[in-house]
């Protein structure tokens, strides 16, 4: 089964609202990171947040982790149309090489 | 700059036959190298990663191989492709520096199976 899944599967929402998704996990992890995916494109990296980390910021985007409820978040404020995409939460866990573990993403669309 | 290259973009094979996609690196050096499946557009499925040339493991035993004969070249092949070997296949690299492992994706090959 995936580490990461995430809730909702898709979101629908008009621009200058705020986006949440969530991710679970279920093992320790080292960190984890937020990627979007525009169709048919590859990943982008957004954001990584470290297992010893609470809260992180970029931009617009605004990461919290919460290891006790094995559970992140990423909020995406004043949404734009160009925010449509999947995005998607993986997981790295210590002994891994780096190996990243994918949940099912979120859909977003952000109507104009 | 790095930059990753994947080719070709799309590809339509006849079940049966073989297959070749390639994975390029440039401007950095001993990168850790992934190969990924992505079904119907949702969550990735890690399929093969290497840590060095010619060092190779596998994450899902399938009917799919990968090889890594130079340090910045990265290659997911098939002696004989299944249908459901369809999907969108997606490399990528990281640097393993302070275990953040962020990975860089290439743009990814649409593979559809006749």
């Known amino acids: 089964s995936q580490q990461g899944e995430e809730d909702p599967q898709a979101l629908s929402i008009q621009e200058g609202e705020n986006a949440t998704m969530n991710c679970s996990y279920k093992?320790?992890?080292?960190?984890l990171q937020w990627y979007r995916q525009n169709s048919g494109r590859g990943l982008v990296h957004l954001i990584l947040?470290?297992?010893?980390?609470r809260e992180k910021h970029s931009g617009r985007l605004r990461v919290t982790l919460d290891t006790s409820k094995k559970s992140s978040s990423l909020l995406i404020t004043a949404s734009r149309a160009a925010d449509t995409a999947s995005y998607f939460c993986a997981t790295v866990v210590r002994t891994s090489y780096g190996k990243l573990t994918f949940g099912q993403g979120t859909i977003l669309t952000v109507h104009p | 700059s790095q930059t990753i290259h994947q080719w070709p973009a799309t590809l339509v094979q006849p079940v049966g036959s073989p297959l070749s996609l390639e994975c390029t690196v440039e401007g950095t050096s001993n990168p850790n190298l992934y190969w990924y499946r992505q079904a119907a557009g949702r969550g990735l499925q890690l399929l093969f990663y290497s840590v060095g040339i010619g060092q190779i493991s596998s994450e899902v035993p399938q009917n799919l191989s990968a090889s890594r004969p130079q340090d910045r070249q990265f290659i997911l092949s098939s002696k004989k492709l299944l249908l459901s070997d369809s999907g969108f296949y997606l490399c990528?690299?990281?640097?393993?520096?302070?275990?953040?492992?962020?990975?860089?994706f290439g743009p990814g090959t649409r593979l559809t199976v006749t």
């Open positions: 093992t320790s992890i080292n960190n």
């Open positions: 947040i470290r297992s010893n980390e």
């Open positions: 990528a690299w990281s640097v393993p520096r302070h275990l953040s492992y962020e990975q860089y």
